[in-house]
């Protein structure tokens, strides 16, 4: 009997369907599990990056630290699904926006209870940690 | 250094189900191409595959299609560029014979979206995106051009009416053109009217009318150099300059959202390495996956200013007759989009315009035409400019 090498997936719990289980970052995970959603900076060479990632472009250094993805973003653009890939269905009709933060910008969903009449190009708005009813996690820009 | 010319183009009709397999889809535009070019298949010194390949059973094509297309024992190999793979084969033929290693060389696009189903088929096109940080919200295509579209809108005032002319103009040509897999007119009532399925949202703000539709079907470019040209070919098009330019595939890595940074970039090399400007372009095709592409695309290759895209569209400029002729073929609004087989079907319609063959579509005496073939959401910018 070989031991049995433990697999770190935790991955596979981003998203409605996530088609990653296993990353560098699976950190990310436990992050949104605390509420928190978070990026990387190099501590090399300082350049922040969200989606986080674990090796620098810049530098090609592997030293990374998480910083929080925190404060208001500016809503860049989003678009209102009325058809879903599979798997996305039962979310309909959901919307996905890019929001800038000056130093980053991140993309996601806007909240489900925000009325697509009230949301406009250019307001406030924060990145929340959200639980989907199947049991993952993601994360939602709310309004400011 | 020898010049390298298109001497052979050929596409099969493009349509909702092909009934048959991809070797005999494939086999259909290689026929005409090599038809057209009036050589044997033992003259072709090499082929170039061009497909998506999730949307295909079998694995490494480009074997299964050397055999079918009786292109043993010479190589061939793929290449993937999602919806620009096609004008990527070009640019790597190209290549292949500037650097003389091979005189002659066909570049074979290719799709059987019909293989799998429809919403298959969109999770894949949503699995074009970022898997790890965007495909798990659930992203489709249509909504990331929405996200152009909106930002667009939001800048420029361009409106839905603008888009709706897009596809108008689309319909006018693909009416004429045998090969579309949408033949009907469409109208701007049709988009006016909420019960009519043309403009039934899809991803806000596009409306079904605003998409192009999947589709099967193949293309077959063949390139070969200046000697080869002057023995075969009567009507030698002239592969005069090449752009290519990528851009992150997450929209987080991006600054600009009213426009394709990659087709800016990739515009401005192949103008330059042409020697010429956006004003010498007689006839263009460009990447109408959805109608805000097509605005978009006037914009980065300098056929309108920033902005200015709507005012080219309701001049009708764009139309056969109009200053800068683009997409009278239908485009891909009307001729559907077989994803890899889409910039070789681009391609062989500034071919056959500048030879004057293009038919009811023939544009008057044009010199220079142009293709515009994006990959992704902007992911991948191709621009191709021929000279007679
Ligand atoms: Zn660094």
């Given amino acids: 009997m070989g031991s049995i090498k433990e697999v770190d997936d935790r991955f596979k719990k981003f998203g409605t369907v996530s088609f990653t289980s296993i990353s560098k970052t699976n950190d990310f995970v436990d992050y949104l599990e605390k509420g928190k959603v978070m990026g990387t900076r190099c501590k090399d060479c300082g350049v922040v990056f969200f989606p986080p990632r674990a090796e620098c472009h810049q530098c090609l250094a592997s030293s990374m630290e998480w910083f929080e993805v925190s404060g208001k973003g500016k809503l860049v653009t989003f678009s209102k699904l009325q058809f879903a890939p599979v798997g996305f269905e039962e979310d309909l009709p959901y919307c996905i926006a890019v929001l800038d933060y000056g130093d980053y910008k991140v993309f996601g969903r806007i909240a489900g209870d925000l009325p697509e009449e009230e949301i406009k190009l250019g307001m406030e708005m924060v990145t929340a940690v959200n639980s989907l009813p199947n049991g993952q996690l993601n994360y939602v820009f709310k309004k400011a | 250094m020898s010049k390298v010319a298109i001497i052979g183009v050929g596409q099969s009709a493009f349509v909702r189900q092909y009934p048959g397999s991809i070797r005999e889809l494939v086999f259909e535009g290689f026929r005409e ?250 006839v263009a095709e460009v990447h109408d996956c959805f109608t805000i592409a097509e605005m978009m695309a006037y914009e980065n290759l300098g056929f309108a200013q920033p902005g200015e895209s709507k005012d080219l569209i309701q001049s009708k400029e764009t139309y056969k007759e109009g200053s800068i002729p683009v997409n009278v073929d239908g485009g891909l609004l009307s001729k559907g989009h077989p994803i890899g087989a889409t910039g070789g079907s681009m391609i062989r319609t500034i071919v056959l315009q500048l030879r004057g063959e293009a038919g009811a579509i023939q544009v008057q005496e044009p010199e220079i035409g142009l293709i515009h073939n994006i990959g992704g959401v902007g992911l991948y910018g191709n621009v191709t400019i021929l000279g007679r």
């Avoid at chain 2, 003259?43 to 299609?65: L, M, N, W």
């Avoid at chain 2, 049709?190 to 399925?197: G, I, K, L, S, T």
């Avoid at chain 2, 940074?261 to 372009?281: H, L, R």
Wanted: charged content about 20%; some cysteine; glycine content about 8%.
């Fill in chain 2, 33 to 282: 191409a090599v038809q057209d070019a009036r050589i044997t298949t033992k003259d072709i010194d090499a082929s170039v595959i061009c497909s998506a390949p999730e949307y295909d059973k079998q694995r490494s094509p480009a074997g299964v299609f050397a055999e079918y297309l009786g292109l043993n024992p010479q190589p061939t190999f793929y290449v993937e560029s999602l919806c620009s793979s096609s004008s990527t084969g070009v640019r790597l033929a190209y290549s292949l014979v500037k650097s003389g290693l091979h005189d002659m060389v066909a570049v074979i696009g290719f799709q059987k979206m019909s293989e799998i189903s429809s919403s298959e088929s969109q999770e894949r096109m949503g699995r074009g995106a970022d898997i790890q940080w965007e495909s798990p919200f659930g992203t489709m295509m249509p909504a990331y051009y929405a996200m152009y579209a909106r930002a667009h809108m939001e800048k420029y005032g361009t409106t839905l009416e603008d888009l709706a002319c897009v596809r108008i103009k689309a319909a006018t040509y693909g009416q004429l053109n045998e090969k579309a897999v949408y033949r009907k007119p469409v109208t701007m009532d049709m988009f006016q009217d909420p019960e009519n399925r043309m403009a039934g949202s899809v991803a806000s703000p596009l409306r079904v009318g605003d998409c192009c539709a999947n589709a099967d079907g193949s293309s077959c470019i063949i390139l070969a150099n200046e000697e080869k040209t002057k023995a075969f070919c009567k009507k030698p098009v002239w592969i005069m300059g090449l752009g290519a330019a990528t851009e992150t595939v997450n929209l987080a890595g991006r600054d600009l959202f009213s426009g394709l940074s990659a087709a800016q970039q990739a515009g401005q090399q192949a103008y330059q390495m042409a020697g010429i400007t956006p004003k010498d372009i007689d």
